[in-house]
């Protein structure tokens, strides 16, 4: 069976390796005589099953010792909340808002503290990231939140901004969903992220949180204790049963990313190659032709979640229903900004991009 090519921006497409090493294990995981999904979470099973992931896992992102690993429910929306009752400690967050999950954030983010808009693209339609040296920041935030990949406007922040320089003692929380494991991170400059697992890492349903230790023992007195840094944390993320599964598969594709090697690099250093390598050809391919356009910034462009609009937009769903005909799926851009949007997450190979430019051109020249 040819699969087709998944540019769902979430749940996304999976390592086809994974999938089927997986379906393999279904009825019974390496001789158990138990699928992973009927294991205790307590047993030594899923015990090995869990240190080998949060193992991997600090291993692929250089994450340092002082940092706990932290594998949570909730998806990403559910640390909008989780976050600020962990963090606030009853003072002001800044935001700065770079697209709708930084809008996002920012609105639940205010059930539970004050917040603060710090800088804000909004007026640009979100096609950039605010530059740091325009961020007005508060003195005395409890943190700082950005989203570093707005999966909805493709809008990534690729270089972290240094808050001490900018005058902030405020630790730095970002939410990596869309990117993480797709590049390095710089944790010198990060005290806490989060990322929903149904992008780069597995199914919807886990989520991942790395804090740094100093800040564990903050929480607000309503947070639910299943939420409760600090619970979860000495509990080894066993303070209530886990997302078993979804740990499990995330686990299976560490494993894959560790197996990946590209000119010379392996691991996360050889995906965000391959990933610079596809982007790089998908926006030079938009840049060059006048039938279809991306409208971010160019500096500010995601390399994750490509935003793409026929300037003829009449032609849209001739053009969804031609590509879906073609093995390419998922395309359609999100219901509030429209056009189309390819996500192209590590599990994309970079053949899946050529196949969807060269549908794209025969579009053009079946339309012209």
Known sequence: MTRPYNFSAG??????????LAASEMLDWQGSGMSVMEMSHRGSEFISIYEKA?????????????????????????ENAIVPLNLSKGGVIDFV??????QKSHKEAGKYAKTHIAASSEEAGFT????????????????VHICTNETIHGVECHNLADLKALGSNAPLVIDFSSHVLSRSVDWSLIGLAFAGAQKNIGPAGLTLV????DLLDQAMTICPSAFNYKLVAAADSMYNTP??????IAGLTFEWIKRQEESGQSGV???ELRNKAKAELFYNYLDSCDFYENRVNRLDRSRMNIPFFLKDESRNEAFLKGAKANGLLQLKGHKSVGGMRASIYNAMPIKGVQVLIEYMREFERSQT
């Open 210 to 213: 790395v804090v740094r230790e």
């Open 128 to 143: 950039s990231l605010p530059d740091p040296s325009t961020w007005q920041l508060s003195k005395d935030a409890s943190y």
């Open 243 to 248: 997302p078993t599964y979804g740990i499990y």
């Open 54 to 78: 949060e193992s991997d896992f600090r291993d692929l992102l250089k994450i340092p010792k002082n940092f706990k690993i932290l594998f949570m429910q909730g998806g990403g929306l559910g």
């Open 97 to 102: 808002l770079s697209g709708s999950w930084g």
């Open 11 to 20: 749940p996304a497409t999976m390592p086809e390796e994974v999938l089927r």
């Open 269 to 271: 250093a050889a995906i």
